[in-house]
């Protein structure tokens, strides 16, 4: 592995400049720490709730703990945490299904759905969807206008977080909080659901603290602190969550059941690790920014920008560097380092994919992955990093291989 000398300098001039970004991140962290740890004692966890459960899992103590962890971290009133949920979009689908009913009115108010999400909703078809259970489905952007007739239609509105493929900067949880106020004040009614995905512990506050009613979001991503092996969580109401229950198992057993199978010391030991990872993987984040803004290319977000996930985009403006780009990231992993990447179809996805992750867990994206859509203008999305240093070699890797970007 060789990287440019003129890189490593660049890099080193990079790291300095960011004290003062890296110190927000660490004071972030610190108070998420905190706030994990005090999530834990108020729970009384002990290393008898580490017990293995099969079958039914009935009567399961480990389970109810691990979830009410989770709720005091998201200060809910209940929440779900199993191994049962595959996904974040596994998530989505079980809380959209369990919470709208034939007839109603699904609402996004944060422009449109992430691309594994056009599926559920049925915008492209696919078995099963809400389209074909009667559910409608309308879009708008409550960050730009108010379009008062959709949001007195709808029954439940999803925000969300992460900008996904569609090259939009993450919204912060202040930014949610004004599009919740916003819908809330049309329509008092209106369920709001926040995809959560990419964007815990990146900040203080969680999307509850801003009067969200749901939150969901994937243990393969931050919350799992690159420990948990699968799962996924939905957090909030009371009255919510059990209506989302009997999607997760079946109407009259709900969260009563379901197995944990030898994973809730890992779930719980995950989430405890987790705002010390989610830290890493922006600092991560905040140096691919300002190196490659150095050479030229636009990054969104900027360096000093308020961050609402971890993700960090990059305009690479050719397939050619698309692919060249994660085959460094490729190359730096612990994990299958020699694979050749290329573009493939991807379940739940209209285009073909690039992804690189050479990572423990299959699909980890708080583990140090990259991926983009083989579509202009070309951007890879460069995500995760348990150690700052992975990333940071990852990033200056690339950039010796891609070089500066191409003047018109």
Known sequence: MKIDERILKLGERVENSLENEFRKIDRIREKNFLKVLN?????????????????????????????????NIFHTESALVRPQIISGTHAI????????????????????PYETGEAIIGIRKATGSLAEYGIK?????????????KIKKASVGVIQ???GYSYRK?????EIEEMIKKAKAINPNITIMVDNCYGEFVEEREPTDAGA?????SLIKNMGGAITPTGGYIAGKESAIEKIEAMLTAPGTGREIGPMLNLTRLFLQGVFFAPLVVS???????????????????????YNEKRGDIVQAIELGSPEKLVEFAQSVQNVSPIDWDAEIT????????NEILMAAGTFVQGSSIELSADAPMKPPYVIYLQGGVYYEHSKLASMYAASRIGTPKRD
């Open 280 to 302: 890493n993987a922006l600092k991560g984040a905040v140096f691919a920014a300002k190196l490659f803004s150095e050479l030229g290319y636009k990054v969104k977000p900027a």
């Open 137 to 149: 489905f309308n879009v708008t952007n409550l960050s730009e206008k108010i379009e008062e007739e």
């Open 39 to 71: 999530a834990f004692q108020k729970a009384n966890i002990s290393d008898f709730h580490f017990r293995d459960t099969s079958g039914y899992g009935l009567f399961d103590p480990g389970r109810d703990k691990l979830e009410e962890v989770y709720k």
């Open 343 to 350: 573009p493939s179809p991807l379940a739940g996805y209209g």
């Open 170 to 174: 993450a919204l912060t949880v202040s």
């Open 213 to 217: 009613d749901v939150v969901v979001g």
């Open 93 to 112: 689908a079980i809380s959209l299904f369990g919470l709208l009913r034939p007839g109603q009115t699904l609402l996004y108010l944060s422009g449109e």
């Open 161 to 163: 977080r992460s900008g």
